[in-house]
């Protein structure tokens, strides 16, 4: 253990790879709280499993089998999804990149760990809702009252341009351009904006929404 020490702490590079997450790469601050978590489980795989608190890990221990024996342990002792483990490997990946970079001597050892597949994931079938569907959910809603507009408005919104919720209900009316090809400019993860074409019958309802809410 004594000779352990002297090693570099794996714990140092975590700290510093977060803080160039947060300061160069302008990650949201979604990404930083699953990168945090996912190093929270790896410290934690070594604890129980190794036997080896965090302050003692070295990047000795940043290994390939190591690696993958984390993702077995997500899996089998904890019961995460494969989906969830190719999350927790995307983590670990950027972290093998960004050591591999501040320290040569452990470039091919982080070389291996970002080499590592993601696993294959069952594809199921999405289902998706007809345009009759669609239409006769549209038409139950009752809009005699504000509420029943604005959720036809939304629905309609979601439908014809396939935003996700969480962008639609971040989407201001500054973000949203009236006119000759309306559009409507959505945050998406990771900060990144996009514009989006409205048909002219949701802008309509968009309008008819403004109108009775002002």
């Given amino acids: 253990m004594k000779n352990k020490r002297k090693e570099k702490q794996l714990s140092m590079f975590i700290a510093s790879f977060y ?7 302008g990650c949201s601050d979604n ?14 795989y070594f ?8 302050k003692d890990l070295t990047l ?5 089998k190591n690696v993958l024996g984390f993702y077995d342990w997500l ?15 995307a983590a670990i990946s950027s972290l093998a990149q960004f050591i591999a ?7 091919h050892q982080c070389l291996e760990i970002t080499e590592i597949k993601r696993k294959k994931e069952d594809v199921k079938t999405v289902c998706h809702a007809s345009v009759d569907g669609l239409q006769l959910i549209l038409s139950s809603i009752k809009v005699d009252t504000i509420d029943g507009i604005r959720d036809r408005v939304m629905l309609t919104v979601l439908s014809v341009t396939g935003i996700r919720v969480s962008e639609l209900i971040n989407i201001k009316i500054c973000d949203v351009s009236f006119g000759y090809n309306s ?6 993860k990771g900060n990144k904006d996009r514009l989006v074409y409205l048909p002219n019958k949701a802008t309509s309802l968009i309008l008819d929404f403004l109108k009775v809410t002002k």
């Avoid at 990404?31 to 934690?44: A, E, G, N, P, R």
């Avoid at 604890?47 to 965090?54: A, Q, T, W």
């Avoid at 559009?183 to 998406?188: A, D, E, N, R």
């Fill in 31 to 44: 990404t930083l709280s699953t990168y945090s978590y996912t190093f929270v489980l790896f410290f934690k």
């Fill in 47 to 54: 604890k129980e499993v190794k036997e080896i608190n965090f």
């Fill in 60 to 64: 000795k221990d940043f290994t390939k």
């Fill in 101 to 107: 970079q501040e320290e040569p001597e452990y470039m």
């Fill in 19 to 25: 803080k160039m997450l947060r300061a160069e790469k």
């Fill in 75 to 89: 899996e089998n002792e904890r019961g995460n999804s494969i989906c969830s483990r190719n999350n927790r490997r």
């Fill in 183 to 188: 559009s409507i400019l959505v945050h998406g």
